[in-house]
């Protein structure tokens, strides 16, 4: 893992096999399947950095041959925020470890013409819990937009900043320094930083519309 330069809250997942996949999703060749199942894959992977701060205590246990002080989790698992529709193509690998964690999904939609986020589905609380680690979910960080504004709605919520992270495949700088700009407290893990958005608002190289190559819409 490295942490970029210029944003110091954004750390860049780094790992032979996260790249190997990524390149394979990359691709035109690539079918939905193989998109999906790699999208699980590279979400599993990326649990592990994401979840590194959680807070350890221990407790007494019976092995086979004797008791023990063993390691465990000293709060109750994240909640889950994907961002639909593409962000629940990334929740599979994140519940396969964290089976307990609940899943509140937030739906947006990106106008054609402006680019800006409209909310169609929040399934959020009017009160989260407080001290409660949140791992937003979104495959692409492109704008910035809609990342935006599924924080602000957990921001509102009661959700401490710190407690906050996103985790995304892709980013580009664009949306980067929106959100760090905006909320500089909140950590953002990505696999890659792509060069830029095009004229659509799409990053390159990138890997096409996340959502439609994981539904085959």
Sequence with gaps: MTSHPDFPNLTIVSHPLISHKLTRMRETSCQVPEF???ANDISYLMTFPVTQNLEISTREIQTPFDKMKAPCLDQLEPILVPIL????GLIGGLI????NSPIYHVGLYRDKVTHMPQEYLNKLPDKLPENRKVIV????????HSALYTLNLLLERGVKPQDICLMTILSVPEGVRLLMETHPDIRVFTTAIDSHLNENAYMVPGIG???DRIYGT
């Design 96 to 99: 396969d470890l964290m089976p």
């Design 209 to 211: 519309d996340a959502g």
């Design 36 to 38: 999906r199942k790699l």
């Design 137 to 144: 979910v979104d495959p692409l960080l492109a704008t910035g």
């Design 85 to 88: 529709r593409a962000g629940e």
